[in-house]
């Protein structure tokens, strides 16, 4: 990820064996990560059974919320992808009790299908 597509909020792919050990604590002990995607210092965690949301807040980024969604609870979610004038992708989904979806950016370099496709390996 260059430096410029983490000021305007862009995701890349993370080491999956790094986020592993970052977020043991986080973990179920039978929890593994599938997949994760890194928005500047915020994290995009799909575990064998939950999507994971990091939000690391202020300055230092030493205050940190792990918003947690039982795949069950994901009702629907679409894609939209990066147009020629467009260069970010987009993923949107959409919780069971809320109207509003949660909404991620992707950089025009990492794939939105693959992304798309953890997800709905475990929700369909």
Known sequence: MGLFDGFIGNASEAKIEEVQGEFAAVLAPSEQVEKAYRLVRDLFIFTNKRLILVDKQGITGKKV??????YKSITHFSIETAGSFDLEAEL????????????????????????QSVLAEYVL
């Open 65 to 70: 919320e792990y918003h947690s969604i039982p």
């Open 92 to 115: 949107k989904i959409w919780i069971s009790g809320s109207e509003e979806p949660i909404e991620k950016q992707f950089n025009k370099s990492l794939n939105i299908y693959e992304v």
